[in-house]
């Protein structure tokens, strides 16, 4: 039974009154472990074409320790060969991280752990692959290239008058 509840309350302080032949004392015990995994929703967003931000909630239980940073992960969603490698290392208890300098167009699975002095929790995986692409679409690239065609064609004719 107490087994069961230390492993619900990691971070729960527990006292025990014990009784020895008419002394009575009690001895103060902190369970300290490593954080349990953030939580849902595990969400991603476009930045730019070839960045994301990917957000979490944080942890239900931090082992007794504070969350020093987590760990987050990615594959290519498509490869079956293909390894989680690390995309990033926080240092701070934020729940949302910019991951940059991706493939744009490459579709991507991520994960992230939370970390505290005693170790690192379990992962907390995306359900669905994110596809690294421009917040703006595909238009944008054409409004740019619209843009710029007038601006040029406006510097090369005034310069004629």
Not at 44 to 60: A, H
Not at 77 to 106: F, H, M
Not at 132 to 138: N, T
């Amino acid at each position: 039974m107490l087994k069961n509840s230390i492993l619900k309350h990691k971070n729960a302080n527990y006292v025990f009154v014990v009784i020895l032949l008419s002394i009575c004392f009690n001895i103060y015990i902190n369970f300290t472990a490593k954080p349990d995994a953030p939580r849902e929703p595990f969400e991603s967003k476009p930045v730019t074409k070839d960045s994301v931000e990917l957000s979490w909630q944080q942890p239900e239980s931090d082992g007794g320790s504070p969350i020093t940073g987590y760990v987050i992960e990615k594959r290519d969603s498509k490869s079956y060969t293909s390894r989680w490698v690390r995309a990033e290392q926080t240092t701070d208890n934020s729940t949302s991280a910019i991951l940059k300098n991706l493939i744009p167009g490459t579709e991507l699975l991520f994960k992230v752990a939370a970390v505290n002095k005693f170790g690192t929790s379990d992962f907390l995986e995306m359900k669905k692959p994110v596809t690294v692409k421009s917040p703006y679409g595909r238009a944008s690239v054409l409004v740019t290239r619209l843009f710029l065609s007038s601006f040029l064609y406006f510097c090369t004719n005034s310069e004629k008058k």
